[in-house]
T-cell receptor, first 112, second 113 residues
Framework: GQQLNQSPQSMFIQEGEDVSMNCTSS?????WLWYKQDPGEGPVLLIA?????ELTSNGRLTAQFGITRKDSFLNISASIPSDVGIYFC????????????FGTGTRLTVIP | NAGVMQNPRHLVRRRGQEARLRCSPM?????VYWYRQLPEEGLKFMVY????????ESGMPKERFSAEFPKEGPSILRIQQVVRGDSAAYFC???????????FGQGTRLTVV
């Protein structure tokens, strides 16, 4: 199956700091997505990227679709306590959630 | 408008028993997807169903696992003769069309003892 590597695996940051995490793959994807999973909950879509080179923002979140189509990064600016959770990247081949391949996740802890 | 509903939220089974996991999609959604998440790992696709049809089961283990999405009622993921390695969180997602955004439920955490 497709292998997506996320780094870092975990992060401990102070409230107010910026965060950066990335996702790389040996495969090309048509779409990159970033999800957040709170403890005991399902993943929630944060940002979707559809074109190589695309840079998209959603509030304090910014994500980019790498030029090679094999990587993506997510930045969170001015972190707040409710940013705590696990962030997953997902690459998509074609359309449909049956073609989603998830990364291993980055666990974010924000220290107030 | 309720989201994707999964039940039970937690399920404990002894080795060899059967586990039945239920998923009610969002209102108006007829496409359902099941994923499995092992501890400290990302979600892995298992099966994609549309009402009464299995569209893609490429991620389903060949034995002991089955899924259905009947004309009426929730989608069911059934695991027969559970083993310790089946312990995981099982997530269901639904979408309006096969190409539109899928929304995830809260998951069922299965523990096999």
């Amino acid at each position: 199956g497709q292998q997506l590597n996320q780094s870092p695996q975990s992060m401990f940051i102070q409230e107010g700091e910026d965060v950066s995490m990335n996702c790389t793959s040996s495969s090309i994807f048509n779409t990159w997505l970033w999800y957040k999973q709170d403890p005991g909950e399902g993943p929630v879509l944060l940002i979707a990227l559809y074109k190589a080179g695309e840079l998209t923002s959603n509030g304090r979140l910014t994500a980019q679709f790498g030029i090679t189509r094999k990587d993506s990064f997510l930045n969170i600016s001015a972190s707040i306590p409710s940013d705590v959770g696990i962030y997953f990247c997902a690459g998509q081949l074609g359309t449909g959630a049956n073609n989603l391949f998830f990364g291993t996740g980055t666990r974010l802890t924000v220290i107030p | 408008n309720a989201g994707v509903m999964q039940n039970p939220r937690h399920l404990v089974r002894r080795r060899g028993q059967e586990a039945r996991l239920r998923c009610s999609p969002m209102k108006g959604h007829s496409h359902v997807y099941w994923y499995r998440q092992l501890p400290e790992e990302g979600l892995k696709f298992m099966v994609y169903l549309q009402k009464e049809n299995i569209i893609d089961e490429s991620g389903m283990p060949k034995e002991r696992f089955s899924a259905e999405f009947p004309k009426e009622g929730p989608s069911i993921l059934r695991i027969q003769q559970v083993v310790r390695g089946d312990s995981a969180a099982y997530f269901c997602a639904s979408s309006f069309q096969g190409y539109t955004e899928a929304f995830f439920g809260q998951g069922t955490r299965l523990t096999v003892v």
